[in-house]
């Protein structure tokens, strides 16, 4: 709902809770971005001797049974514990005092890009060897990708909207863009929105590899995800989830929740080009950011960061710096810009969600995170960004993008909260 001078309602982000393969928790993984570490190495989940690629970001001492019951952690993929685990972190960071006091105004809306792959194959090989009577009961809803909103709702008690987006790796950014619709709409005032992914098996590594996305740099993983580097030959796959708290500000100035940032623009578009490769001109992710800003209603001279897809391919990350430069003209070489995907790899449906909140820790912190393994200069990207070290910088209003496969695209515009 509206004020009744018809003002938008305000969303801020009051949480959050981050999986990913530069740690468990927010701190962890601020800390190590911050530090410019690697969270890529070599595979350990499966003997991948035999494929192109031998590398990716694993989660590293992720324990389930810090957020779910015994009994359960085995009836679920990892993708959905990966969500469980996050919201758990997110819900704990917000504050918020459980159970809701108004469930029904609470909300869930997590998605993931592929869903529970492990499960499938698993359950796929105990089929093929031993039959169909040794399919689990569990098994359906251990992959179905609503399944992490819809446990996250049932452990959280949320009863407000549930949904789940799968737009490849636009999916956590939709779901927070969504989100905050929903909350801006007036219909909840909380909504736990993010993503989740666990790809790293061995179909998952198979059939990116085969399509010729993911680098070979296997001798040296942890310079391997290089996005805008000259040198950069493909992205790292990684593993994960990020859940964000949010919250309608009069609801977070109520309880006197910490207020990490706000959320004041939000847009979509798509490519309508190829399936893969992104529009050879730039053209959709000109118009998201431009949808985006236009939504937040500010002028792009007040963006001062932008959290880029950066996958560390050469198509991408020429095709987002040249959408950089067309969307704010001569003022882009003042844009810092950063991707986080060379320290975490690309956690496909998920990675919006983790960069969502790292954008939001940044504005918060005033630092900004860097792109590591930049050191060779390509003449296509020649923009600020942050090579290699973190930089102080205070920042008013930062985008984060995100690009998927089938030309779905997501922005999200945050800013500094400033005052009730």
Known sequence: MSSQFGEKRRVVITGIGLVSPLGIG????WKNILEGKSGIGLITKFDASE???RIAGEIKGFDPLKFIEEKEIGRIDPFIQYALAAAHLAIEDSGIKLPFENPERVGVYAGSGIGGLKSIEDTHREYLEKGPKRISPFFITSVVINLAAGQISIKYGAKGPNSATSTACSTSSHSIGDSFKIIQRGEADIMIAGGSEAPITPLGLGGFSSMRALSTRNDEPERASRPFDRYRDGF??????????????NSALKRNANIYAEIIGYGMSGDAFHITAPCSDADGAIRVMVNTI????????LIDYINAHGTSTPLNDKLETLAIKKVFGGRAYKIAISSTKSMSGHLLGAAGALEAGITAMAIKEEILPPTINLTNHDPDCDLDYVPNVSRKMKIYAAISNSFGFGGTNASLLFKKFEGG
Not at 26 to 29: P, Q, R, S
Not at 294 to 301: Q, R, Y
Request: proline residues 3%; aromatic residues 4%.
């Open 294 to 301: 236009k939504d937040a209603g500010i002028s792009p001279d």
């Open 26 to 29: 927010k701190e962890e993984n």
């Open 236 to 249: 790292v796959m990684g593993e994960g989830a990020g859940i964000l708290i949010l919250e309608e500000l």
């Open 51 to 53: 494929f192109r690629t």
